[in-house]
């Protein structure tokens, strides 16, 4: 079975709180912090930096899944790296050239991730996977730029074909994830599950992480 994880995401979270959300998250007993950084052209929103990823780095121990949503990976990979980030996702939608985007993210000695949007055919990213060019996943489960969206189940069939042809891949879902579609999610294969809304929606994180991991192991398939 591969390790369960819970990665609050900070989308919602105000630069000047990060510090301190962080610390909750970590406390919580979160496994990583997931950042998405926006470019106000791949997606309508422009939003985190660099130092976004530097003050959290001060801020916790835990490792930082950085989620590029923007037009040209390529140009930002070097920066993020310096910054502190533990893992890079690039999305195969983008503009820049995706073999020589994913190099780069290992070169700096980061773990490299491809990111699949709803839309986009699941075939798009299986040569990256067969490589070795991608050591995680990325599967969006609802159209990236906006939180709080409803959770698209039709992508679940994209998450069953890597589990089942990929079953080393680490596969991380992102959107609308709660204690329902996080149960869902597991039962087709994905082990990494971003959590935004719901989780600032708790009174209890440290609760609300324990029950989502409790409810992903419970309905794990790693062969759907």
Partial sequence: MKKIQI??????????ALP???????KAGANQIHIDVMDGVFVPTKNFSPSTVKSCKLSTSLPL?????VSEP????TDYATAGADTIHIHIESNSDIYTSLKKIKDNKKISGIT?????????ILPLIDKKLVD?????????????????SD????????????????????????????????????????????????????????????????NYNHSP
């Fill in 20 to 26: 301190h959300v962080c610390e909750d998250f970590e």
């Fill in 155 to 218: 992508v679940e069939s994209k998450i069953g074909v890597i589990r089942n042809r990929f079953p080393h891949v680490d596969i991380t879902v992102d959107g609308g994830i709660d204690n329902i579609s996080i149960g869902t999610a597991a039962a087709k294969g994905a082990n990494r599950f971003v959590v935004g809304s719901y989780l600032f929606s708790l009174k209890d994180l440290q609760s609300g992480v324990s029950n989502l991991r409790s409810i992903a192991e419970l």
């Fill in 116 to 124: 699949i949007n709803p839309t986009t055919s699941i075939e798009t």
């Fill in 74 to 77: 390529l140009d930002m990979i």
């Fill in 136 to 152: 995680e996943v990325l599967i969006m489960t609802v159209n990236p730029g906006l939180g709080g969206q409803k959770y698209i």
């Fill in 7 to 16: 990665l609050p995401s900070i989308l919602g979270t105000d630069h000047d």
């Fill in 65 to 69: 899944n950085v989620h590029l949503m």
